[in-house]
């Protein structure tokens, strides 16, 4: 039930908020935040709004950089890392015109609302609903440095296999062996319990959470469908409460797609079903794996664009040190059902059309959550537009293990971006799907690309440790 201004005052007063918090996001999907005095909060507040400095957020904007944030009162939650009782609200920025304020279209949550609007005025849908699956490292050490004298990074979870000399109780976790394990190896299990049910408290429904491959380590929260827009606020608290709540447990997590050499990388595989006047649209008894012809165009769209839409949904130098060979993480371009060596899988266990749908598995956290969903959308919509066929186009279905083909059939096989590089490359050629109706602005794109390829110059220049097992001592 949506939340109005006085729901809001009530609230304060019921729980005895003492400030009130406003969470913001800037271009690479990390809350910044304003907090005022729960006095000063009024209905002012939530007409009015929070001002603050776009540009500081890495927005390139052409108008005056001074903007305000308009709080959603529909996402307000007491936020339980502080202390003094706070309550917390996301919203959306606004550009200050008289005598009507007007969104902010480089903000992230003004683009994922865009392209639904997008979605719904083309008449193909009126909701997508996505299942985003976190996966993440939770460490009992971390330190790094890069200066003159050192370059280097030293991790530690006390259940790893590396420790079994040291541990003493013989509880340690053989290498890549950690799926699923139970107590007394599964040592962080409460902590994850508690995130969860911090989630249940804000609204975030949970399915599951538990152990996953890597012994150092590694874990997944798995939410339940939800609305698009809905999710996309719902990953940056998730986020938020995985990284406090670790924290508090003297832990600390990381979503680093891969963090540990040798060991499985964390993704953020994105399950996807579009809805329309209550009826499931990618459900079809008579298609391949029970999708609808809608449903194979969109994953056409999410193919044809695969490698523009990485430097988005992977938009890190690290993402791809994940997509290797080797471990469950795709490389290569197809779908198929119940295969994760393709980057398109379709769960053959979501058997109700309502229920029906596929999941996207190259994404990981590192991404801005608003435009990773907004980008899938648009490149899912532009594949229905334009009637793009997966099968036809020569990317499946792929019903074997594409890692177990022969080296000559692997050659024939299209794989995703080697590297951050290439997939800014793709995305400066292969744009137009996202600037559909304006919903992505060009501008935007053009200072996340300029953005993204300083970070990566940057990084080139810094010596590795393993360059120095290789070059040392030539």
């Known amino acids: 039930m949506a939340k109005s201004v006085q729901d809001i005052i009530q609230l304060i007063k019921d729980n005895d908020i003492k400030m009130v918090d406003f969470k913001m996001v800037d271009i690479n999907g990390q809350y910044r935040h304003v907090t005022i005095p729960a006095g000063n909060f009024s209905e002012d507040t939530m007409k009015s709004g929070i001002g603050f400095d776009a540009s500081n957020y890495g927005y390139a904007v052409v108008e005056k950089s001074d903007m305000v944030f308009i709080p959603d009162p529909d996402t307000a939650v007491i936020d339980p890392f502080c202390e003094i009782p706070t309550l917390s609200m996301t919203g959306n920025a606004m550009i200050i015109d008289s005598p009507e304020n007007r969104p902010l279209a480089q903000y992230p949550r003004n683009i994922i609302r865009a392209a639904v609007d997008y979605m719904k005025d083309l008449g193909i849908a009126d909701k997508m609903l996505i299942l985003p699956e976190f996966e993440f490292y939770l460490f009992d050490e971390v330190t790094w440095g890069v200066d003159g004298s050192y370059v280097g990074a030293s991790v530690d979870a006390k259940q790893s296999y590396w420790n079994s000399t040291v541990e003493g109780k013989g509880v340690v976790v053989p290498k890549q062996k950690n799926y699923h394990i139970a107590k007394p190896f599964d040592v962080s299990y409460e902590c994850r319990s508690e995130m969860c049910m911090h989630m249940a408290d804000m609204g975030i429904q949970i399915n599951y959470h538990h152990p996953e491959v890597a012994a150092s380590g590694q874990f997944e929260i798995e939410p339940q469908l939800g609305e698009v827009v809905e999710m996309a606020d719902a990953t940056m608290m998730i986020k938020y409460i995985i990284h406090n709540t670790a924290l508090k447990h003297g832990k600390t997590a990381t979503f680093m797609p891969k963090p540990i050499y040798g060991e499985a990388g964390s993704g953020m595989h994105v399950h996807m079903l579009l809805m329309k006047d209550g009826q499931p649209v990618f459900s079809d ?85 608003y435009f990773c969903y907004a980008a899938i959308l648009m490149a899912g919509l532009d594949g229905i537009k334009n009637k793009i066929d997966p099968h036809k186009n020569g990317w499946g279905p792929y019903d074997c293990n594409l890692f177990h083909l022969p080296e000559e059939e692997k050659a024939k096989l299209q794989g995703l971006p080697v590297c951050l590089e290439d997939a800014l490359d793709a995305l400066e050629n292969d744009h137009a799907y996202l600037t559909e109706a304006g919903v992505f602005p060009e501008e935007l794109i053009k200072n996340f690309i300029k953005s993204k390829r300083a970070e990566c110059a940057e990084l080139s220049k810094i010596p590795h440790p393993a360059e120095f097992d290789k070059y040392y001592n030539l």
């Open 285 to 369: 008894d008579n298609g391949y794996s029970h999708l609808s012809e809608t449903a194979h165009y969109f994953m056409g769209g999410l193919l044809k664009h695969i490698s523009s839409l990485c430097a988005i949904t992977n938009p890190s130098t690290n993402s791809f040190k994940r997509l290797v060979p080797g471990f469950e993480a795709p490389v290569t371009v197809g779908y198929a059902t119940s295969n994760r060596s393709a980057v398109i899988r379709i769960p053959a266990y979501a058997k109700s059309p309502d229920k029906r749908r596929f999941e996207l598995r190259n994404p990981d956290a590192t991404c801005n959550p």
